[in-house]
């Protein structure tokens, strides 16, 4: 294991450092990846971001993304450069099943593992770990590991402020979440102070939809939304055709969920998509609803208490029959 100051020492001078997030990066994920890629690249470190997988074009504008790998598109020179680091940043995730096929690379690997994350119950393969469940976002860790552990709070320049902003902006639903603290809105004070232009990064992110992607948007509201009122939940299910169907592209089904939850009555929200040979949930709920619990106990999968995933190898209608009859057990919550 490492301690603060075996890390410190470690960065004091040029290393080659790996960054990596969880397949299927959100805004989160690569805006805390590449705020700290803005970092480290100020004090001469040869780092590299490797995303698993691809991720919406809506992120590509971030400052460094043009230096971003993609696993899935380049496994020889990433798995070179996962054997080759002296140090790998594993940043909002917690298990290294989350990266995928990169999870054994990283797993073999000698680089020292330093884990930045938010998520419950993490795996133990760190050998450093900068965690805690109470955070908003791990952007908001990155700020208070570069500011508060590492004491560089100068090198929060206007790069590492418009990914880090991005990050905490993305994952607290644009600062609406309970964990959204006073503490969270300093940071972000800070962080436009440091030249992220919060408007135009809320632009890049949330109006720049395609015509498909609204399209799609009004075929789930309209033909795929399920009211139970009896249980206050919404269900949108959506077949593997429809997908196919709107031309459904990564980040298009990002915050669907959303608008299920929006609905006055609605406690707990459920987006439930056929892709592939798998069938994924995300859950969002309100309150002291536990819908992580719902995605740990029966989907395998976990999360925070108001946003949480899941998976499953059933049939699209089978997996919602399973959601619907889990309903019953938590009816007095749903109800309060």
């Known amino acids: 294991m490492l301690d ?11 290393q080659k450092i790996v960054i990596t997030t969880h397949h299927k990066p959100d805004g989160d994920a690569m805006g805390s990846s590449l705020g700290l890629y803005n970092y480290l690249i100020q004090q001469g ?39 080759d680091a002296a ?24 680089a020292y593992k330093i884990m930045i994350d938010h998520h419950l119950e993490p795996q133990d393969f760190d050998d450093y770990r900068h965690w805690n469940i109470n955070a908003c976002a791990t952007a908001q860790l990155i700020y208070d590991f570069i500011v508060n552990e590492l004491q560089h709070k100068e090198l929060i320049n ?17 600062f609406r979440l309970p964990n959204t603290t006073s503490a969270v809105h300093r940071i972000v004070a800070e ?14 992110v949330y ?9 799609f948007l009004g075929h789930c509201l309209a033909n795929c939304l399920e009211v139970l009122p009896e249980y206050n939940t919404a269900i949108i299910a959506v077949k593997h055709e429809d997908l196919e169907k709107f031309d459904v592209e990564t980040g298009d089904t ?10 006055a009555s609605i406690k707990l929200a459920a987006f439930i998509v056929a892709r592939g040979d798998k069938v994924k949930l995300s859950l969002r709920s309100k309150g002291e609803f536990p819908a992580n619990e719902i995605c740990k106990k029966y989907f395998s999968g976990g999360g925070h208490r108001n946003a949480a995933g899941g ?19 938590y009816k007095k919550l749903l109800l309060q």
């Open 4 to 14: 603060l100051a075996a890390l410190k020492e470690l960065l004091a001078s040029p």
């Open 87 to 110: 140090l790998i940043f594993c940043l909002d995730f917690n298990a290294l099943s989350r990266i995928n096929e990169m999870g054994a690379l990283v797993g073999e690997s000698k």
């Open 254 to 263: 990002e915050g669907i969920v959303n608008y299920a939850l929006s609905m």
């Open 158 to 174: 206007k790069d590492v402020a418009t990914c880090l902003y991005t990050g905490i902006m993305t994952d607290s639903a644009s």
């Open 191 to 204: 962080l436009i102070d440091a030249g992220a232009v919060n408007w135009r990064i809320h632009e890049l």
């Open 311 to 329: 998976v499953s190898s059933h049939s699209l209608e089978q997996v919602v029959q399973e959601f619907k009859l889990i309903l019953p057990e």
């Open 45 to 83: 470190h040869h780092a590299r971001v490797i995303a698993p997988t691809d991720y919406p074009d809506f992120l590509s504008w971030l400052p460094g993304n043009e230096d971003v790998i993609i696993y899935t598109e380049q496994p020889g020179q990433s798995a070179a450069l996962i054997a």
């Open 207 to 215: 109006n720049s939809a395609t015509e498909g992607r609204l399209r």
